[in-house]
């Protein structure tokens, strides 16, 4: 069950909700929550142990549901323009799109930067002993060093 109440939606919205978005109010509030948990699968426990507090949560589900439901025509039309009257969509406010914004990511603890190494199983070093040959070190010296950029372990020349 989603942490996010009607009440808490209809904050975002600034205005009660319609019957129409009633209608698919408690099925967007469970999508949101799987979208978070999807990438932050342990987030129930931190909410169990206040960090980040059960309410933040409630109101970024809220807002992602909001951006759904604020989004004209579910968000298909960006710009519209009739004479000298035109208008555009501002996209983290209603981008018709059930999604998080990276500030609200943020808030959850998780940043936007982040680093992933690969593992190898070192075949190319055991093959040649410890020494790569000097034309194939592109291939098998792996990050990506050379003799430009440093010292490596012995593999340079």
Same mark, same amino acid.
């Given at each position: 069950m989603?942490?996010?109440t009607q009440?808490?939606v209809?904050?975002?919205?600034l #205005?009660p909700?319609?019957e ?6 408690? %099925?967007?509030l469970e999508?949101?929550? #799987?979208?978070?948990?999807? @990438?932050?699968p342990?987030?129930? %426990? &931190?909410v169990?142990?206040g #960090?980040p ?5 409630a %109101?970024i589900?809220?807002?992602?549901v909001?951006?759904?439901?604020r989004?004209p025509d579910n968000?298909?039309m ?6 000298n009257?035109?208008y555009?969509?501002?996209l983290q406010?209603?981008?018709?799109l059930?999604d998080?914004?990276g500030k609200e990511w943020?808030a959850l603890?998780l940043?936007?930067?982040g ?9 190319a &070093?055991? @093959?040649w002993?410890g020494e790569?040959?000097?034309p194939?070190r ?7 060093? %050379? ?6 372990g012995?593999?340079v020349?």
């Amino acid at each position: 069950m989603a942490l996010a109440t009607q009440q808490d939606v209809e904050v975002s919205m600034l #205005r009660p909700l319609s019957e129409t978005e009633m209608r698919y109010l408690s %099925d967007l509030l469970e999508r949101a929550e #799987r979208l978070l948990l999807a @990438r932050i699968p342990d987030l129930l %426990d &931190r909410v169990a142990s206040g #960090r980040p507090s059960p309410q933040l949560v409630a %109101d970024i589900e809220a807002e992602m549901v909001a951006r759904v439901l604020r989004a004209p025509d579910n968000g298909i039309m960006r710009q519209e323009a009739e004479g000298n009257y035109s208008y555009s969509l501002n996209l983290q406010v209603a981008s018709g799109l059930l999604d998080v914004l990276g500030k609200e990511w943020e808030a959850l603890g998780l940043g936007s930067w982040g680093s992933l190494a690969p593992e190898s199983d070192g075949y190319a &070093r055991q @093959r040649w002993g410890g020494e790569v040959p000097y034309p194939w070190r592109f291939q098998y010296a792996w990050p990506a060093r %050379d003799e430009v950029s440093e010292s490596w372990g012995g593999w340079v020349r």
